[in-house]
């Protein structure tokens, strides 16, 4: 009888170990620098780019002509539904985790199951500040080829760099390595 209990704590912890690296996953920095190229002339690339970035509420905080570097921030907020879930997830895992711990060691009582009353509040509340946070996207312009009038290396997280060559590729005739449609392992 007490195999299967045994073998239930240990698939337990795992899950919980499972979600702490989900939660630790969530908040990772993923600012990634790339270098694209147009033959579009760089006023052009850098006016349609900057207007970009201002609809999708980047601010402009900065530049440095002679460095040829543009700056914007812009403030990530955590996804509401995401929080709730995590809490619920939390929150059932910790209940779980009080039932087999309640299984195995009888007189602790009911107590154990409490666990949910933090796993849950706790892992939304560790998701909802841990991905809260201020991004930057930098643009420089770096020397231009024959082919390719406008070279620009930018840094900025993965996803924006992402919706950026989705959305622009067409609209300013970018060229990228597709980089960044690769999984890094």
Known sequence: MEYYLNSTLLLTILLSIGLFFFLRASSKDRTTT????SSKMPIEVLDLICNWLTVRGWKQVGGDL??????????????????????ILGGLGSC???????????????WPILLGLIGGPLSGWIYFKKSSREESFEMRLIDPSKENPTSLRIRAHRDELIS???ELKDKLDLVSDGSLYKTPI
């Not at 790339?34 to 190229?37: P, Q, T």
């Not at 002679?66 to 809490?87: P, Q, R």
């Not at 779980?96 to 009911?110: E, K, S």
Request: hydrophobic share 50%; charged share 25%.
């Open 164 to 166: 950026l060559e989705a």
């Open 96 to 110: 779980c985790l009080g039932l087999v711990i309640v299984q195995l060691y009888p007189a602790f009582g009911w």
């Open 34 to 37: 790339i270098d694209i190229k």
């Open 66 to 87: 002679n460095e040829k570097k543009l700056e914007f921030k812009g403030e990530v907020i955590s996804s509401k539904f995401l929080t709730v879930f995590l809490s």
